[in-house]
């Protein structure tokens, strides 16, 4: 088993990986164009991890899987490849579902989910002494047990659009967007907003190339920490239900997001207003590297 890591500064690493027969580590610096570099590094990851110097602390978005390595990229495009191994404490914020324990195995490690991930300096490169999920996002982790293969140079939308949640719309072309309305402090779907999603998950399938965005809103009513929640939850709600009842894949899904009561359709002073506001925005979403825009 041997790995290969993105080493700070934002360089992305490239590797030809191999185990040799000794066993032993050692990294050798290849050629490599102009402003990068190729890291090789060879060997089996240690069962113990103590004593080994701290490496950086990484979050971001887990955008691709490969054996036992995961490539974790930043909210400003950076991507870390990081090596999980069997002394990788891989543990959840807190209690979900009714689980009576919080540490989790490295298959709950999936295409899509934000991580916090510590790490050590091993053979020239880095591996995950403990990964965090964040609690809000096991929600949508917990329906999904097997990912896409995807390799590390596989340029794909799917795999740009893991990259970010709102601050990347701009990169995207919106195909059409369905709200679905909900109760006063409630996040439970109508008939007719399930059968709203299922229609909107036929159309963005058959749109090439098609992504999804959720997200989800509140009208004024109740304090912005509860109107976060609970657009959360809705959000959430909403992507359950397209992936579990619509079909939709999990890896084409961008991460939702609450957004509480900013950006309103309507007038919130209004009965009527409120209603609007109370709502799930679906949204059909392009890249634009695809379409060539």
């Not at 490599?32 to 701290?54: H, I, Q, R």
Request: glycine letters at 10%; aromatic letters at 4%; one cysteine or more.
């Amino acid at each position: 088993m041997s790995f290969i890591s993105h080493r700070p500064k934002g360089l992305f690493l490239l590797a030809m990986l191999s185990v040799s027969a000794s066993g032993s580590v050692y990294a050798q610096q290849q050629e490599a164009p102009e402003g990068e570099y190729v890291t090789t590094v060879y060997g089996s990851l240690p069962a113990d991890l103590s004593g080994l110097p701290e490496g950086p602390e990484i979050e971001g978005i887990i955008s691709a899987r490969d054996g036992d390595k995961v490539q974790v990229t930043g909210a400003d495009g950076t991507n870390t490849v990081i090596a999980v191994g069997q002394a990788t404490e891989i543990k959840a914020t807190g209690g979900f579902l009714g689980l009576d324990r919080d540490k989790l195995a490295a298959d709950a490690l999936l295409n899509g989910l934000p991580v916090s991930v510590k790490t050590v300096e091993w053979g020239g490169g880095l591996i995950a002494s403990k990964i965090d999920l964040k609690n809000k996002d096991l929600r949508t982790a917990s329906m999904i047990r097997t990912g896409t293969a995807q390799g590390f140079a596989e340029q794909t939308a799917a795999t740009e659009a893991l990259r970010g949640r709102m601050g990347d719309i701009d990169k995207y072309n919106v195909k059409g967007t369905t709200n679905v309305h909900f109760d006063v402090g409630k996040a439970v779907l109508s008939e007719q907003a399930k059968a709203d999603l299922c229609a909107t998950a036929a159309q963005a399938e058959a749109t090439e190339n098609a992504l999804m965005l959720v997200v989800g809103y509140t009208d004024s009513t109740g304090s912005q920490e509860l109107n976060q929640e609970l657009s959360e939850k809705r959000a959430s709600r909403v992507v359950n239900y397209l992936q579990q009842a619509c079909g939709w894949a999990p890896y084409r899904m961008l991460t939702p997001t609450g957004m509480a009561e900013a950006d309103p359709l309507a007038d919130n002073t209004t009965p009527d207003g409120k209603a609007q506001n109370r709502r799930v925005a679906v949204n059909i979403l392009v890249s634009k590297s695809v379409e060539g825009l």
